[in-house]
């Protein structure tokens, strides 16, 4: 066993590894302090439970696969920007099989709602970051939005089926982008 006490970065890379390999389940300070071969105190240095070890791997994935582009402006229109999207949480959940489903397994009640608060502050992120875009776009039709579909709202409207996309594991949003297309431009 390496007495050598582990960061915590690396203890969360060695989680990502195992969530992505077995899935978030699989994750517990016994097979992580192995892998990292520490022992299972020096997890316990970092992480006081289970739990606690689950929830900043899963910030740390959301981080990877969620986290957009601090530079918006590499878009030059909001169906750019919502392909990027799309196939970014693509891949993040190619490599993550199972995860939207499964990042709320084997967590208690309070964990549980530390999970979902995480999951919302990442969507929210990546919306925040769609309507920057989307005003910035310069061919959406002048006027189109009102009080009865606002920008935030097609935001969303735009986002939860992008993920209804996913979770049906469509290749593609083309449908998505045509929809999108007839409305703003």
């Known amino acids: 066993m390496n007495k050598v006490v582990t960061s915590r970065e690396a203890i969360l890379k060695v989680s990502q590894k195992i969530a992505s390999e077995k899935g978030l389940q699989s994750i517990n300070i016994r097979a992580v302090a192995k892998e990292c071969q520490v022992s299972i105190g020096s997890i316990y240095n970092y992480f006081p439970s289970k739990a606690d070890l689950i929830i900043a791997t899963i910030e740390e994935i959301w981080k990877s696969f969620f986290h957009m582009r601090s530079d918006y402006h590499q878009f030059d ?64 039709k002048k006027n189109i939005f009102d009080d009865d579909l606002t920008e935030e709202q097609f935001i969303q409207f735009v986002f939860s089926n992008m993920l209804q996309l996913l979770s049906q594991n469509q290749e593609s949003c083309h449908i998505l982008k045509e929809v999108i297309r007839r409305i703003i431009y």
């Open 77 to 140: 229109n909001f169906l750019h920007c919502t392909e990027w999207v799309f196939e970014t949480i693509q891949q993040g959940t190619k490599e993550y099989p199972g995860f939207f489903l499964a990042h709320a397994q084997g967590l208690d009640d309070e964990s549980l709602y530390q999970g979902k608060d995480m999951m919302e502050k990442y969507f929210q992120h990546i919306q925040e970051g769609m309507l920057w875009v989307l005003h910035q776009d310069q061919q959406v």
